[in-house]
């Protein structure tokens, strides 16, 4: 008796989705962003228009100014879906940890200097609540955002807040011996010390936003671009030369996640900003605006951390890299 083993290869009825099949114009094959991202959202059959929202429906375009003929143009070049997102931030996750137990192990944070111990404290842990405030900000444009383009980018982007707060957490349990005192003072700097209430409010004010797009330029593109240079930026550079390298390297997420989330953030305004000039002008607007306020409430913690000059120094260039990264934006 013998057996004869064939292979037979069998020709799939077709190679993707029919709504992606139907936007890409054939049926070619798609790669796992498009099958999780294109046309995902309801657009059709709502029963009812939310109570608490009675002006809209549940996914409404009429919930910013801004005008797209197509929202999911506003793609992610990261590629960004559940799973390629969730492997990317294991990844840097695991280095996080890393660089805790090596940060633990060598004893490097008490080798920073007394005085530069207490600045970090002021200046460093109450961000906990920017970021906070960054998360709720995510979470919102999520809700009220349009496109699964557009929407899935921002709730990814809140659970990165969310954990760079709990990582400033361990950070001020790991300055004060895991007694929670840091944290506690960090509340009161953040509710009572007079270099945060002008950024305290700042955050408050970008919660109440109702425009969602503004938000999404508020918060992504003015709060973030001059807050992660300056904190991760130029103060840290300053405290290295005060024994503050294992807090660099603490801190070394924030610095790997700006400059990734920078690249979602720049090619959702670019896109905006070429669909009209009407989105160009308003784009402008909102950033003009929302810069002017940043810079005035960053600048009394820049001169509390780096003194008068530098800290209007360090100020005046983050802003200037802001300045021309959104003209490269197209935006005026």
């Known amino acids: 008796m013998t057996i004869d083993i064939k292979t037979l290869k069998v ?28 046309d995902i959202q309801a657009t059709d059959n709502f029963h009812y228009k939310p ?33 390629s997102y969730n492997i ?56 009220r955002g349009y496109g699964t383009a557009i929407t899935a980018p921002c709730i990814f982007s809140a659970g990165d807040h969310l954990a760079m707060a709990q990582i400033l957490g361990r950070i001020g349990l790991a300055l004060d011996g895991n007694l929670g005192t840091s944290l506690q003072e960090a509340k009161t700097a953040w509710m009572e010390a007079p270099e945060w209430q002008g950024l305290r409010k700042l955050a408050e004010d970008s919660l109440v936003i109702e425009d969602w797009f503004e938000q999404l330029v508020a918060q ?24 503050g390298t294992g807090l660099s390297m603490l801190t070394e997420f924030m ?47 820049a001169a509390r951390v780096l003194g008068a000059d530098r800290g209007a120094a360090a100020l005046d260039e983050a802003a200037a890299a802001l300045n021309k990264r959104a003209a490269a934006l197209g935006l005026a």
């Open 220 to 243: 992504n593109l003015v709060i973030d671009g001059l807050l992660y240079p300056l904190v991760y930026g130029a103060f840290d550079k300053a405290g290295q030369t005060r024994g």
């Open 88 to 143: 990317a931030r294991a990844g840097q996750y695991q280095a996080t940890e890393r660089n805790f137990d090596f940060v633990a192990k060598r004893g490097l944070l008490d080798i920073v200097e007394p005085e530069w111990r207490e600045t970090v404290g002021f200046y460093l842990l109450p961000l906990r609540h920017m970021e906070w405030a960054a998360n709720m900000n995510s979470t919102n444009m999520c809700d």
């Open 11 to 38: 020709e799939p009825r077709r190679n993707t989705f029919g709504h992606i099949a139907r936007r890409l114009g054939a049926d070619k094959p798609a790669s796992r962003y498009e099958e999780a991202t294109l």
């Open 255 to 301: 610095n790997d996640w700006f400059t990734e989330h920078s690249r979602w953030v720049d090619a959702v305004i670019k896109t905006a900003a070429a669909e009209s000039a009407d989105n160009k002008a308003l784009l402008g607007q909102w950033r003009g605006q929302w810069l002017a306020a940043a810079k005035s409430a960053f600048a009394p913690l």
């Open 51 to 83: 109570l608490w929202d009675a002006d809209h429906w549940h996914y409404d375009e009429s919930r910013t100014a801004i005008r797209m003929r197509d929202w999911y143009s506003l793609r992610d070049p990261r590629q960004y879906y559940y799973a």
